[in-house]
Nanobody, 118 residues
Framework: QVQLVESGGGLVQAGGSLRLSCVAS???????????MSWYRQAPGEQRELVAT???????YYTDSVKGRYTISRDNTQNTVALQMNSLKPEETAVYFC?????????WGQGIQVTVSS
């Protein structure tokens, strides 16, 4: 069974940085490579939104509000995907989720809290 486990969240002051990591277990490196890996976030009372994706072909996508500040990166040798977040803003306080998708198959991590204080 595929599991995605996030780490690296916490409390940071506005303007600071955090690096989130996600480890995918229960799948081979070959299969991991075939997945699009993404980070989503969900703030209280808000819908979950896509933050960044790195596709199986290593194309990167970012939502407009994080461009130039966030970087998604994957390591297909370790079955991991990371999200480097710089210049964080209080409005980016949310639970961040790791997500994988390959065709019609997808999985979610349990989520990790990121709190940005003003």
């Amino acid at each position: 069974q595929v599991q995605l486990v996030e780490s690296g969240g916490g409390l940071v002051q506005a303007g600071g940085s955090l690096r989130l990591s996600c480890v995918a277990s229960g799948m081979s490196r070959f299969i991991f490579r075939l997945n699009d890996m993404s980070w989503y976030r969900q703030a209280p009372g808000e819908q979950r939104e896509l933050v960044a994706t790195e596709t199986s072909e290593c194309t990167r996508y970012y939502t407009d509000s994080v461009k130039g500040r966030y970087t998604i990166s994957r390591d297909n040798t370790q079955n991991t995907v990371a999200l480097q977040m710089n210049s964080l803003k209080p409005e980016e306080t949310a639970v961040y989720f790791c997500h994988r998708k390959r065709g019609g198959i997808e999985s979610w991590g349990q989520g990790i809290q990121v709190t940005v204080s003003s």
